[in-house]
T-cell receptor
Framework: DQQVKQNSPSLSVQEGRISILNCDYT??????FLWYKKYPAEGPTFLIS?????DKNEDGRFTVFLNKSAKHLSLHIVPSQPGDSAVYFC????????????FGTGTRLTVIP | KAGVTQTPRYLIKTRGQQVTLSCSPI?????VSWYQQTPGQGLQFLFE???????NKGNFPGRFSGRQFSNSRSEMNVSTLELGDSALYLC?????????????FGPGTRLTVT
């Protein structure tokens, strides 16, 4: 059972515009959420995270929004750049004292120059 | 600081064989987690080791096992390989256990079972 879902397998955006990647989760115990970016032939790279006590976290061009009541988070990239083209994974963890992350299936972002 | 390294990068095995994959975490990191990535399934958690102890295990059969050494290096073993075990196996390290520490991934080992 997929506890973290990314319902859009792909997204194409023009360079300079905003990219919005969405993620839904079902487990209300999740208290920490992360976004990872993955290029081909490389492992996922940590991008940005947010704790459940916050509803927004910014880091440069990247902002993550968390809506706990809707069990939804989104990643905004503004402005989008061609180098942002990659697969983006949403992940969540619960306060179990363990490091297992629950990942979504990923969204492939293509930024068109 | 060197990143997470995994060896080998690519591996081809036949059904019924066993395989051992190796992971060296970032220096100073004590937690090592393993994930399996297959098309359409995303990354699925296999197990986590911290201070040579398995702390948590995902929903995988007993053919999948692992261990961690005193220097935090970790190995995972898959016995009696099946075609469905073909996947990218990723190792991730973090400073501590606890779920709120970002995990740093290695490049993965691509296993193909024929």
């Amino acid at each position: 059972d997929q506890q973290v879902k990314q319902n859009s397998p792909s997204l194409s955006v023009q360079e300079g515009r905003i990219s919005i990647l969405n993620c839904d989760y079902t487990n209300s115990m999740f208290d920490y959420f992360l976004w990872y970016k993955k290029y081909p032939a490389e492992g996922p790279t940590f991008l940005i995270s947010i704790s459940s006590i916050k509803d927004k976290n910014e880091d440069g061009r990247f902002t993550v929004f968390l809506n706990k009541s809707a069990k939804h988070l989104s990643l905004h990239i503004v402005p989008s750049q061609p180098g942002d083209s990659a697969v983006y994974f949403c992940a969540a963890s619960a306060p179990t004292g363990a490091n297992n992350l629950f990942f979504g299936t990923g969204t492939r972002l293509t930024v068109i120059p | 600081k060197a990143g997470v390294t995994q060896t080998p990068r690519y591996l081809i095995k036949t059904r019924g064989q066993q395989v051992t994959l190796s992971c060296s975490p970032i220096s100073g990191h004590r937690s090592v987690s393993w994930y399996q990535q297959t098309p359409g399934q995303g990354l699925q958690f296999l197990f986590e080791y911290f201070s040579e102890t398995q702390r948590n295990k995902g929903n995988f059969p007993g053919r999948f096992s692992g261990r961690q050494f005193s220097n935090s290096r970790s190995e995972m073993n898959v016995s009696t390989l099946e075609l469905g075990d073909s996947a990218l196996y990723l190792c991730a390290s973090s400073l501590l256990a606890g779920g709120s520490y970002e995990q740093y991934f290695g490049p993965g080992t691509r296993l193909t079972v024929t």
